[in-house]
């Protein structure tokens, strides 16, 4: 990768960063097209984002992608947003444009990528448990609002979360009140939902669950379990979905679709599918 003083810099703002593949991504696609741009990972404090959203423009920084703990926190610091990022109030795609900061939410595009993928909408999702109410969930249900859901399912540790999600999707007609439910995160209520769940989305940040103690019949034969991290590529969640006799999904190409939609952001190109594809599965183990 040639450096100069021409180079185009973009960033990954979180706190951690080490573990992000979006610099081994973005810079897959940089090279195969011959651009000359580099992307790096900024560790960022929360309380040191505002500073470092302001040097955006000081620095000349052309975009930045966004992960935890600032995707909804980095919102109202910015001067405009796309669509999803307004309805979400959650952002991981900032564009410099000449000064102005324009935020973006590219996870609805890459949950709908995955779909699309590994189901090839052969069968529409009728009834979808959610586990989780943080930004990946919005980003999910907002994508799954595309969907004629016979019924939404959302599960939270906080149940205000979860409430507020399904409010919010009511209130801006994404589906209607009466298709959303909000249960507790517990094992006697996930237990009915997932029974009579064709999709389960786990998108929650940490696990609380020891999913091999749940044992008996949890999960019908055609239900799919997608679960939204992708490092290691199985994960607790998924090993206890497939023991059920469910196919299991995992996130990688969630990630590779948001990824594909912020590199078009930042370049105007059409992104390289295969060559980013090709460096995050030389990547995850």
């Given amino acids: 990768m040639k450096l100069d003083g021409k180079t185009r810099v973009f960033g990954l703002f979180g706190d951690p960063v080490e573990h992000s593949l979006s610099p081994l991504l973005q810079n897959a696609g940089f090279i195969s097209l011959g651009l000359n741009y580099c992307y790096l990972p900024f560790r960022v404090s929360p309380e040191k984002l505002q500073d470092a959203v302001r040097a955006l423009p000081a620095l000349n920084i052309s975009g930045i992608n966004v992960t935890a703990p600032h995707k ?13 990022a307004l309805f979400l109030k959650a952002v991981n795609t900032v564009r410099n444009e000449n000064g102005r900061l324009k935020g973006y939410n590219t996870d609805v595009f890459g949950f709908s990528f995955l779909m699309e993928r590994k189901m090839q909408r052969k069968k529409e999702p009728e009834t979808v448990t959610l586990l989780g109410a943080g930004g990946a969930a919005k980003a999910v249900a907002f994508s799954l609002s595309y969907f004629p859901l016979k019924e939404l399912i959302i599960a939270n540790r906080t149940g205000r979360k979860a409430r507020e999600l399904a409010e919010l999707l009511s209130s801006e007609q994404r589906l209607s009140r009466e298709n959303v439910h909000v249960i507790p995160l517990d094992e006697t209520a996930l237990h009915a ?24 019949e949890w999960l019908s034969s055609d239900c799919t379990a997608i679960d939204l991290r992708y490092s290691p590529r199985t994960t607790p969640f998924l090993d206890w979905a497939r023991s059920q006799g469910t196919a299991g999904i995992n996130g990688l190409d969630m990630l590779h679709g948001q990824g594909l939609q912020a590199f078009e952001i930042f370049t105007g190109k059409e992104a390289p599918v295969l060559e980013m594809e090709r460096a995050l599965l030389t990547a995850v183990k």
């Fill in 72 to 84: 909804e926190t980095i919102f109202p610091l910015l001067d405009e947003h796309s669509e999803e």
């Fill in 193 to 216: 939902a997932m029974k009579r769940s064709t999709i389960i989305v786990h998108a929650l940040s940490s696990d609380p669950f020891a999913w091999s103690q749940f044992s008996g």
